[in-house]
């Protein structure tokens, strides 16, 4: 009401409790908090999921590697195998070629 008695008018807004400027920080504080524990919530996840995918991949490199190692002691024990079975028959064809030259030598001496 005025001076006059008339009633005056006033817009809304106006007559709407306006939040205090302490409210307002308070409220943008709690969205930078909210925003806070959504990122921390996120990073958490991203975290538990690349610790699982390391495990996997840690698995696998493992088992790849245990496989690699098995497949080349394999080899080299077939090698070793091949080895001494060529060596077993040298000495065979060796004893073979002694004993032929023992004879010629004895046909020749008789």
Same mark, same amino acid.
């Given at each position: 009401?005025?001076?006059? *008695? ?5 817009? /809304? ?36 999921? *690349? ?19 098995? /497949? ?9 195998? /091949? ?7 040298? /000495? ?17 001496? *008789?």
């Amino acid at each position: 009401m005025v001076e006059d *008695g008339s009633i005056e008018h006033v817009p /809304e807004e106006e007559n709407e409790p306006r939040a205090s400027n302490s409210e307002q920080v308070e409220m943008e504080i709690a969205l930078i908090l909210e925003k806070i524990n959504n990122f921390t919530q996120m990073v958490s996840e991203l975290l538990e999921s *690349g610790k699982s995918m390391l495990k996997e991949l840690t698995n696998e490199f493992e088992e790849r590697m245990i496989l690699i190692h098995k /497949e080349q002691m394999e080899k080299w024990q077939d090698e070793i195998k /091949e080895l001494r079975l060529l060596d077993a028959a040298n /000495e065979e064809i060796d004893a073979l070629l002694h004993n032929a030259k023992y004879m010629l030598q004895n046909i020749h001496a *008789g």
